[in-house]
């Protein structure tokens, strides 16, 4: 009984207008309650959802005129036209009846074989004859009385109606069968009991300023809602970070969890923190314009102690290296370019180190270039992590020990490491991740230990440096189910509202 | 990079490709790439050329597993008569180093021949930068008359017929007729002479980098005996270069044959190297004076100490297990000493050694380990800022967008109508995105534009750097990161009603000084100082602006200068 009573309190004033009527088709609804149709279809839902009516949508087929049936609407049809000529002519040649009778040649046949067919004439050395009573030429045939029924339903029909239809259909465009939508409301036997309920009409609608200040609230009831019901999404008026900063934020977390200090840095970099001091030669293809961004502009070098001590290495070598062997150019070095790895902060921040500051661990985590074009694979922004630890007791071991850690705190349990190569580093390591939905190996970044040909330059002493530089971007577009790469970055207002957070 | 494809079928005579296998291969550092029944591709690193055929691949995958290791033991045969190459002094400010071999008794086939132009294109395009650094020539020795003379002269005073052309032109014709011309010809440019290989009947063999002769520079199925020369600035990297092509043609079943290089030969004393361009005596290993013969296949040795293996990979490993190791990669190991193979390019140091050990120990049998290095983790200062104007912002209802840092002159200037001034171009592109930016609100208003079909209002801010001339700075670009904000559809109040807020928030006092600038409503824009310094500008944007970005709704927007907030804000 309560939950009778709830349901009376939960109508909408609309529902409760409709209520009385819902036994009658929609037209009658809208005369009866004075509301449009939109506003009933909506309110028919809300009764649905309440189990008070049952909607269905049926499919049904109606039976029509086609296009030929209403022009013989009109006329009358072919073989009804015949005989009314013939009842004028109860004897008259083929040729003079097909000329006489306003019909087209099919027609005309068709109208001799249903006339024969019925035995209402007779054809006779090319004449027709006619044999109908007065009776049998006024009478309504049984197609006729069956045409002015359409439209109709499909169903229930008598015997001789089904023979009417199986005539009319061999004929062209008499007929038609559609498939039409009906919604149907059926009033369920809990609606019923709601109709027979007495509506209490004082329901608070909307508590408002005025009711809480003068206690027009009081000892009456609210209307009760549907709290299941559909409501607006209100996304378009969300403020949110950007789902690359929250990826990020996340992943500067791990960073520092681990102890790592942060590093920043320009985009802009000379060569020669972004190649020469990572002990990359100079006839290296890396720092061809068709790969790297350079600007129009020469650069300054820092201080004369680095510059000489990164051109010794690549001349002669360091530390017992035999170095890349040929004449460092301090003009190539100058040149400008937009940073092609976060690694040139490292090698900036390894320059700036004293042996106080160690041990120390540093990561990076920005925006890289490359002259590329664009599509959905690539582009000429790319993101990148970057990682230094910088100890004399640091091993191989401890590089992978890191990646797995990073990686496992990414979503990624299973990381797997094959050899690789970079010129600043040795050992250098691939590192791949599984995949756990699906199922296979991707490429995420490179790592190893710097070369005493970085190190020795920068630090002044070969010790042992850990280094890594992560494809950022290739996580976050897995998270975020994106497939094209230029979505990172084309600010679809739309989709920015509706993409989820970084839950992690 | 460069990749290299295997049949399968020849795979397979040593080793089926099973799924084992698979996991081995990019074990050794070749990637698989791709394979199927015919084909197998590899990726070989940079360092590695000694891998850029089928021969040489295999003769590492072999001894990496375990079948034939230690350092390879090639025969090599001293010169025969005639087996010289005279270098003039004349190439030694052009192209002033070769290093030569003879190799007889090849069976050459179609497949074979194949092989060879493939390793020698490989070759030039890695250690040899597209034959600027190193150019390989192979010609059949039947058409040759040996000695060999490598000299430089005038390219008018060049004849011959150009491979694959179909007659007689000057070497300076060559150089805008030939294809090979065309592409490489500017490695000759600015040069009066050109490098030439001419054979004792006075034959020009070979225009390096250029092209071989059609008549004595091509081999076929019916050669049997070739030379070869690599010629460059390097002869360190020459001769081992050499050394793999002709060690790779070794194992095609061929006999290596030493050539003697005279350096001494023409007018003067030889090549002073410390003249050359890339070239010091002394200083450099890559130069050579006198007499010398290549190939030479004797290995280098290199000390290696075992408590370093242990200091870096975090092994304990007895030197036993380090002999195997080595010989698995092709070494050979003996009291403290490493044997590396004359085909090796790539070993500088000792650390080049150890990852050899680590690569032949496994990388998936390292443990890893996380260290006990005890360090206090801290984001960076500016970065902690930058979040909390975001949660400021994204607490207003404000949507964070994120742009490339690089943009379009039009984007930039014209559609801003702003004079086009103080650009920062980079060189060649490959996009129309080639400047870098002055400002962030035209990037904002590009994000408008082009979002017209989202439901509105639209508020959004971006956090990114801007870039200015500056001859103090190390690059010549100073860096600054800007905020902006846009509001559409908004009017002055109310984006006045963020900065207020924002400096509510930040405990900062922002003012408003009115000044007009094109991009915004005459009247309706100011600039905004904070501590008597402008830091940025504020107003509602400009219609003849919206038009061209085609902005429906009536927009305002403020930038500001990040930094100088942060540096506020710190004080």
């Avoid at chain 1, 102690?305 to 990164?310: G, N």
């Amino acid at each position: 009984m309560k939950e009778i009573k709830h349901l009376v309190m939960s109508l909408s004033p609309i529902e409760r207008k409709i209520l009385p009527f819902l036994e009658l088709p929609i037209d009658e609804i809208m005369s009866h309650s004075g509301l449009d149709e939109v506003s009933i279809q909506r309110a028919l839902e809300y009764l649905s959802n309440k189990k008070i009516v049952n909607l269905t949508t049926k499919e049904k087929e109606i039976i029509d005129l086609g296009e030929n049936g209403k022009k013989y609407q009109k006329s009358g049809l072919p073989e009804k036209q015949l005989l009314k000529l013939l009842a004028e002519n109860p004897k008259i040649s083929l040729q003079e009846a097909a000329s006489k009778a306003s019909l087209s040649d099919n027609e005309f046949k068709v109208a001799l074989g249903t006339l024969k067919g019925k035995a209402l004439i007779e054809l006779k050395e090319g004449n027709i004859i006619l044999k109908a009573s007065q009776d049998e030429i006024t009478k309504k045939t049984l197609e006729e009385t069956f045409l002015e029924s359409l439209p109709r339903n499909n169903k229930n029909l008598q015997p001789e109606e089904e023979l009417a239809i199986q005539n009319l259909k061999k004929r062209k465009e008499i007929i038609e069968i559609k498939k039409v939508k009906e919604k149907t409301i059926e009033i369920t036997d809990l609606g019923k009991q709601i109709q027979s309920e007495k509506l209490n009409e004082n329901l608070i609608e909307q508590l408002t300023t005025e009711m809480l200040k003068t206690g027009g609230y009081i000892k009456k009831q609210f209307r009760r809602y549907d709290i299941e019901s559909q409501v607006p999404s209100i996304s378009s008026s969300a403020g949110k970070s950007h789902f690359i900063n929250q990826t990020a934020k996340y992943g500067r977390k791990i960073w520092t969890d681990l102890g790592f200090k942060e590093m920043t840095g320009s985009y802009v970099q000379t060569s020669f923190w972004n190649f020469d001091a990572l002990f990359q030669p100079q006839d290296h293809p890396v720092r061809d314009m068709h790969d790297t961004f350079f600007l129009k502009i020469k650069g300054k070098l820092p201080n004369k102690e680095i510059v000489e001590a990164v051109k010794k290495a690549h001349e002669t070598g360091v530390d017992g290296s035999k170095g890349w062997r040929y004449k460092w150019d301090e003009e190539e070095a100058k040149k400008v370019v937009l940073r092609t790895h976060t690694t040139c902060l490292s090698a900036q921040t390894l320059a700036k180190l004293t042996p106080e500051d160690l041990p120390a661990k540093f990561f990076a985590l920005g925006k890289n270039f490359r002259n590329e074009t664009i599509d959905w694979s690539h582009g000429f922004e790319f993101n990148q992590t970057e990682g230094i630890v910088i100890d004399e007791n640091v091993t191989f071991r401890d590089l992978l020990g890191y990646l797995k850690e990073f990686y496992k705190k990414m979503g990624f349990e299973k990381v797997r490491f094959s050899p690789a190569y970079f010129p600043y580093t040795e050992p250098s390591v691939e590192v791949n991740v599984f995949h756990p939905e699906k199922k296979v190996w991707l490429e995420l970044g490179g790592a190893g230990i710097f070369r005493p040909e970085v190190t020795e330059p920068l630090l002044g002493k070969n010790i042992k440096v850990l280094a890594w530089g992560q494809g950022f971007d290739r996580i976050l577009t897995d998270y975020y189910k994106i497939k094209d790469l230029r979505e990172i970055a084309d600010n679809n207002i739309k989709q920015l509202r509706e993409k989820k957070f970084w839950i992690k | 990079m460069a990749n290299i494809k295997i049949p399968t079928k020849k795979f397979e005579k040593h080793f089926k490709l099973t799924n084992e296998i698979k996991h081995k291969i990019p074990m050794l550092g070749t990637p698989l790439e791709t394979y199927n029944k015919n084909e197998i591709e590899l990726e070989i690193f940079p360092n590695r050329p000694d891998m850029l055929s089928y021969q040489g691949f295999i003769r590492a995958f072999k001894s990496f597993m375990d079948k034939e290791t230690g350092l390879k033991k090639y025969k090599i045969n001293k010169p025969e008569k005639n087996f010289e190459v005279k270098i003039d002094s004349s190439v030694k400010d052009i192209r002033p180093f070769t290093a030569c071999a003879i190799v007889k008794n090849l069976k050459f086939d179609d497949e074979k021949i194949k092989e060879i132009i493939d390793i020698q294109e490989k070759l030039h395009s890695t250690v040899g930068r597209n034959r600027k650094k190193l150019a390989i020539g192979i010609y059949p020795l039947e058409k040759i008359k040996l000695p060999i003379r490598y000299t430089a002269l005038p390219p008018q005073e060049i004849k011959f017929q150009p491979l694959e052309f179909p007659r007689e032109i000057t070497g300076q014709q060559i150089l805008s007729q030939h294809p090979a011309g065309r592409d490489y010809g500017n490695l000759l440019e600015g040069k009066n002479k050109f490098p030439v290989f001419i054979d004792a009947n006075n034959e020009i063999l070979s225009m390096p980098p250029i092209i071989n002769s059609h008549n004595t520079g091509k081999i076929n199925e019916n050669t049997k005996e070739i030379f070869i020369e690599c010629s460059g600035f390097d002869f360190d990297i020459l001769s081992k270069t050499l050394n793999i092509i002709v060690t790779t043609l070794a194992d095609m079943g061929g006999d290596i044959y030493q050539m003697e290089l005279n350096y001494n030969s023409g007018k003067g004393n030889g090549i002073n190297s410390s003249s050359i361009k890339g070239g010091r005596d002394g200083l450099l290993r890559g130069t050579i004076k006198g007499k010398t013969t290549t190939p030479n296949l004797t290995p280098e040795k290199i000390k290696i100490n075992l408590d370093n293996i242990e200091n870096l990979l975090g092994i304990k490993l007895k030197e036993a297990e380090v002999k195997k190791l080595l010989e698995k990669m092709g070494y050979n190991y003996s009291n403290k000493t490493v044997e590396i193979p004359a085909y090796r390019t790539d070993i500088l140091h000792e650390v080049d050694i150890i990852e050899d050990i680590a690569i032949a120990y496994g990388y998936d049998n390292f443990k890893p380990t996380i260290p006990d290095v005890a360090t206090i983790g801290q984001e960076d200062p500016k970065q902690t800022f930058k979040n909390k104007i975001t949660e400021i912002l994204t607490g207003l209802g404000f949507l964070e967008t994120y742009s490339y840092t690089l943009t379009k002159k039009q984007d930039q200037f014209e559609k801003m109508n702003k004079e086009p001034k103080e650009i920062i171009e980079l060189v060649d592109s490959k996009t129309e995105y080639n400047i870098l930016k002055q400002d962030l609100l035209h990037t904002s208003l590009r994000t408008l534009s082009e979002n017209s079909d989202s439901e509105y209002p639209q508020k959004i801010f971006e956090i990114a750097p801007i870039f200015m001339k500056n001859d103090l700075k190390e690059t010549g670009i100073q860096e600054q990161e800007n905020l902006v904000i846009s509001i559409s559809p908004s009017n002055f109040t109310e984006i006045k009603q963020v900065l207020n807020y924002l400096g509510e928030m930040l405990d900062l006092k922002f003012e408003l000084k009115q000044k007009d600038y094109t991009q915004f409503i005459q009247g309706r824009v100011g600039e905004i100082y904070l501590n008597h310094k402008m830091i940025g500008l504020i107003g509602e944007v400009c219609p003849y602006v919206q038009k061209n970005w085609k902005i429906k709704m009536p927009t305002s927007s403020l930038e500001l200068n990040l930094n100088a907030l942060f540096k506020e804000v710190q004080n």
